[in-house]
């Protein structure tokens, strides 16, 4: 079992064990949910579920350092968005009573672990830097870092252990997303816990999930912190010796030498970064870029204002908000669906993985961006596809895609004279997401919006609308 799994099981499994001799397993997964698992439920009384699924806002509602729910624009963001902020920080602001640290013998593998007596908790933060990767003619330093608090909430006069992982984007030592994520999900049906997803699985490769767990009878709130955290410290310090010094000759990279020296206190610093060669390759693409942004016409700003979506009227003044808001990746084009051989085997409506070598079939104009085959490989994503099918025309916008489903947004025409219309039509968006991330069950949600510039009643009004066609974002493929 991988480094991230035994930190994971050895800690909430041993914890589990006193509430419960008939834990069960969950199958494997690499999605995730936003419902709560309904196998760890073997002890637990209606009462206790209630507790558990309570203790989720009553562990939002407590932390307090967290940003405004406006952003700078005036607009309101998304309580999820809050949401994976105070899980990322439970402790932010707080100074930590001890601090154990255990860095790797080569200094790219950090791995602390901090207790909080006033807050009766501990937190475990890992990060590793993978030094100078060669990449597209030049040097990338990639940085990987992740936070698991555990917490004890009181709810309602009943004490429970809250574990949260915020915004993880590194799970262990030669362990993945969805290996992380499954050992995650175990280990709280392990322990008669509830979980909850507050993201979307592994679609980002940046997990935001908690599990709430009663304290099993006879234990105190400070002997489970106290056994958690000798847990975690010693996962901790045998994870940290897996990593070893850098082999001058077969890792560093080429033209360079890593190496490391005693530092203060003993520890060791690491000296391996190279002097990075001029960047002539991303300059170059940044400038083909430059020059495709300038002549892209065809924006999603354009096709929503062609609607009238959304408009706001302020002091007087009309403004059209910002629209779609979405996940970093999403909408990066959208087109009517392609007459082409390749593209029939994806003519129905879901979710797709689009291989890249489709994506020129599906999108040209898209295709053009310099970025388009580059940004995905820098990001570790791959390109997807949502198809929709209509009877009778319609504009569409993507709200947003998360764990709970695709949201889409069906533009219908106005006034009182439309003829029906029975024509099929297909389209598509282009979307980003990890390799890890489960799409299986992902269900397309649509909601109407009826255009008041789309109307049946004026015929020039139906000759200005291009409800297809291929749109896109500007900013979509970096």
């Not at 860095?103 to 475990?124: H, I, Q, W, Y």
């Not at 400038?287 to 302020?314: C, E, G, H, M, P």
């Not at 025309?393 to 009182?416: M, P, T």
Request: charged share 25%; proline share 5%; glycine share 8%.
């Amino acid at each position: 079992m991988k480094s991230m799994g035994k930190i994971i099981l050895a800690g909430l499994a041993a914890f589990g064990a006193a509430c419960s001799n008939d834990a069960s397993v969950e199958p494997d997964v690499s999605g995730a949910t936003t419902e709560p698992s309904t196998s760890p439920t073997a002890q637990l009384t209606e009462e206790q579920k209630a507790v558990l699924e309570k203790s989720f806002y009553s562990l939002l509602d407590t932390i307090i350092a967290v940003p405004d729910n406006v952003d700078d624009m005036g607009v309101e963001v998304d309580p999820k968005t809050v949401a994976q902020y105070k899980l990322m920080y439970p402790f932010f602001g707080i100074i930590p009573d001890t601090t154990f640290a255990y860095p790797s013998l080569d200094g790219r593998r950090k791995c602390n672990v901090s207790t909080f007596s006033a807050e009766l908790g501990m937190e475990f933060s890992q990060s590793l830097d993978t030094g100078n990767v060669y990449y597209s003619d030049t040097y990338n330093k990639k940085h990987y870092s992740s936070t698991i608090a555990i917490k004890v909430l009181d709810v309602d006069g009943d004490s429970v252990v809250m574990e949260t992982v915020g915004s993880t984007t590194y799970w262990g030592y030669d362990a993945s997303c969805s290996e992380f994520l499954t050992r995650f999900k175990q280990s709280c049906t392990a322990s008669n816990g509830i979980f909850k997803d507050f993201g979307d699985g592994c679609r980002n490769l940046n997990l935001s999930l908690a599990c709430s767990m009663i304290i099993p009878e006879g234990k105190t709130p400070g002997e489970v912190i106290d056994s958690l955290t000798g847990e975690y410290k010693n996962a901790c310090r045998e994870d940290s010796l897996k990593y070893a010094a850098v082999d001058d000759d077969k890792n560093a990279p080429k033209g360079c030498s890593g190496g490391g020296s005693g530092g203060e206190n003993g520890e060791v610093a690491y000296y391996g970064d190279c002097p990075l060669p001029e960047d002539n390759f991303n300059a170059e693409l940044d400038s083909l870029n430059r020059i495709w942004r300038t002549n892209l016409s065809r924006t999603f700003d354009a096709y929503q204002k062609q609607f009238a979506v959304y408009k706001d009227v302020v002091d007087g003044m009309v403004y059209l908000r910002h629209y779609p808001e979405l996940v970093f990746g999403d909408g990066s084009a959208y087109n009517t669906f392609p007459d082409a051989a390749e593209a029939r085997p994806y003519k129905n409506e879901g979710i797709y993985r689009l291989p890249d070598s489709l994506v020129s079939v599906f999108f040209p104009e898209a295709a053009r961006c310099p970025y388009v085959f580059d940004a995905p490989q820098r990001h570790s994503q791959i390109y997807y596809i949502i198809v929709l099918k209509d009877v009778g025309a319609k504009g569409h916008i993507l709200n947003k895609v998360d764990a709970s489903g695709i949201y889409v947004r069906d533009i219908l025409k106005s006034g009182e004279n439309c003829p029906e219309d029975t024509t099929e039509h297909y389209s598509v968006y282009l979307i980003r997401g990890a390799a890890e991330w489960d799409v299986s069950d992902k269900q397309i949600i649509r909601e109407t919006y009826v255009s008041t510039l789309w109307n049946c009643n004026d015929p020039e009004s139906l000759e200005r609308i291009e409800p297809y066609g291929e749109w896109t974002s500007r900013d979509g493929f970096i």
